[in-house]
């Protein structure tokens, strides 16, 4: 029933100058910012120092990988000249994809899903202003890894070429160019799938995941089959016909490879026109998605915001009932407990993408081994990828626990309330999370690790050697993660990110560093030394005699497992007397 | 003022607001009240620009709810405010009067009456990440009122406040509305309601079951008992199942080990 009331009449206001809001969000933006840097550098300094650290480190590493091996290829001028236009189209279309999702992803949560948006559509800021400033966030957020791993790419590149001075600051204009274009294609559809598909980002995410599989499988079965030896010169040249789709002369990526390699060759008149069309086609993407806000980002927000109820029942109860019977053995509160980690843990999609994302690639890395030619490669070589597997699946194992085992914990804190009150011991608590972590954690690194060996090809002993070091890593790993989130708990973090990047959590990542290191270093050194010993037993001086090595590996192992006792034990009873004192 | 005619919005197949008639005028509190679910934020979102209704007009001092001009008159404040964390309380009201493009002298003049107004004085330099519940909320009142919005719109005032700081409250609240601001409140705090609003609206399943003045509402349902027996018969028309198994107030049970002790 509508009120038969006359039409007010609208109040007169002075309109808000176009760039006022602009100049606040920028502001609000350097506010922002500045605040950020000196937390960091007044609260965090260990935390900072790490990561710039680290990205240095990572920086230099990946430099001398690029030099290295683009010098390798220099020595051959005939395929110098031909083999870089492929690999960097190739490169720069995987990384044209990845932007895309990434971008896509992070402003659809921004401008659709966050708080600050919601805040933000209240004030007199127009949507496209909105869109402008959460776009450059999510660009800055999505790019930053492509900075890193692209600058060492194009520094050493440019070295092997002798490129001209102009080159490396041409190559990053071409790059913000790039992120511009790449990121402006992902905001587009981040607010198309709001339209189109509201609340159904889940859907739309999996389907484009699997469409981009069904392309990438069969072109690396393709890939797979290339007949030759491999890296022989006919297995290259087949290689390069295979990938040649990625030079298409309208991918932007076949843009930036053949404006940055014009440029090496000091050819300015090519390296402009590419740039050109580069950064024009990034600012016409920038304009259309900014337009496309202006239009639609409201009406999106509405749709998302206002589509079916977001209540949804949770299924799954019979695999509950499952681990239930699986971990009987247990006393039944602390199943209960690793029973609402488990639930927690499969409801929550960051847990578990980022934990098979990480192992997904370790696995398909370990399939492609007898690809790779390393099970026919000499014992040593192949005793030494196999150890440096393991440390990869035990580093990767580390960041799972520093991120998401961590923080349990401090997490818990917050909802002590409930379980103060239950009938149960404090300690039996972190016994629960021990039990959980431990658990996930040899699920998915023992059956790695065993593909690992099996792919190169080991002998059954040095399986079970491994094998018992990867239960020695998951317990020593849990206990640490567990114990040092018991003493270092953040109460007042709800985000369990921001838990795991502060003090306590950088300092768990570090412990956890030289626990791997001091595991893996005790039994490769023996191991290493024994297997050149049998292949070069005069040229090396430190070569272990069959004998020798039966006695330095029997030493290897009480150490190990004498630092893995004291890895798992001693975290966990400082976490649990911490834990014990600890005030809710 | 505040204008909604029949105004729908639905969310699938559940109707959060059906055929909603409301009218706020200038230099009134109306009290918004109903139960859990029954579509008051969604109202107040519909009037703040972030849901559009399915069918109906919203309208703001007589512009559409969600343009710009509605949302340069409007000050909100929602049941779950947002501050940035890397901001300071000044710094964030430096940024909302920037926003509203006040001229800079009458910004700091403002943002400094409302420091003393809601005694912000001690932290309002420190990051908002270490402010409490209650400190975060006096921030979040001064940032919907720094720009002298005509439409004051919120959502659950009172939550995270101390007594004192919702003493501040109360007050801005009706001296607001005798300046000749329109004031939309939502609240479960009958007490509250009886206690400032000009004119009290029940909502219930979406729907306006009655609107008017406290007397006028009790003539509506002809029930002359406390707002709250009022609001039960018309949301209700029983008392919550839970209030059955107590001892009536006149016969304690004398036995009862708390009233023994």
Known sequence: MSLALPEPKPL??????????????????????????RSLLSGSRLRMSMI????????????????????????????????FESLFSMFFLSILVMLFFSTGIITYTALFHSREAAYLLTTPATTDRIFAYKFAEAVGLSSWGFFLLGSPLMVAYGLTARAPVAFYAMFLVYLLSFVLLAGSLGAIAAIAVANLFPRRQKFVLAAAVTGL????????????????????????SSVQNRLAFCQHPLWPSRWMSAGLLAAAHGDWWRAGYYLMVLSAHGGLGYLAAAAMARDLYF?????????????????????????????????????????KDLRTFRRDPAQWSQFLIFFGLLAFYFLNIPRLGYAVQSPSWRNLVSFLNLSVTALILSTFTSRFIFPLLSLEGRNFWVLGLLPLRREQILWGKFAFSVGISLGATEI????SDLMLGMSPVMIALHVAMVLVLCLGLSGI????????????????SKI???????????VSLVFIFAIVTALAVPCHLYFLGQEHPDSTRLALSHSGFRFWLSLAILTSLAIGAIGTIVPLRIGIKAFQRMEF | MIELRNVTKRFGSKCAVDRLDLEVYPGELFAFLGPNGAGKTTTIKMICGLLAPNSGSVRVGGFEAATQQARQLLGYVPDQPYLYDKLTGREFLKFVVEMYGLERRRAVQRIHELIDTFEMGDYVDELCENYSQGMKQRVVFAAALVHDPTILVVDEPLVGLDPRSARIVKDLFV????????????????????????RIGIVDRGRMLATGTLDQLRRQVQHHGPLEDLFLKLTGDQRPAATGSLPSESEPELDSPRLSR
């Open chain 1, 12 to 37: 007169t206001l002075p309109p808000i100058p176009a760039d006022q809001t602009a100049r606040a969000l920028r502001q609000l933006r350097w506010c922002l910012t500045r605040n950020t840097v």
């Open chain 1, 52 to 83: 710039l650290i680290c990205s240095a480190i990572f920086w230099l590493g990946l430099f001398a990988l690029f030099l290295g091996g683009f010098e390798f290829i220099g020595m051959n001028d005939e395929l110098f000249n031909g083999i």
């Open chain 1, 213 to 236: 599989l069904a392309a990438l499988v069969p072109m690396g079965v393709g890939l797979w089959r290339t007949p030759g030896e491999t890296l022989s010169s006919d297995w290259l």
């Open chain 1, 299 to 339: 009406r999106g927000y509405n749709r998302v915001q206002g589509g079916r109820s977001a209540r949804r029942r949770v299924g799954l109860y019979a695999l509950d009932a499952f681990f239930h019977r699986l971990l009987v053995f247990l006393p039944r509160p602390v199943r209960l407990l690793i029973l």
């Open chain 1, 448 to 451: 790695l690790v065993f593909l």
């Open chain 1, 481 to 496: 993660s567990v114990g040092l989130g018991a003493r270092l708990p953040n109460l007042r973090e709800s985000d369990p």
């Open chain 1, 500 to 510: 795991a990047v502060g003090f306590g959590g950088t300092l768990n990542l570090l």
């Open chain 2, 175 to 198: 001296s607001q509305a005798r300046s000749g601001c329109t004031v939309l409140m939502s609240t479960h705090l009958l007490a509250i309601a009886e206690e400032l609003a000009d």
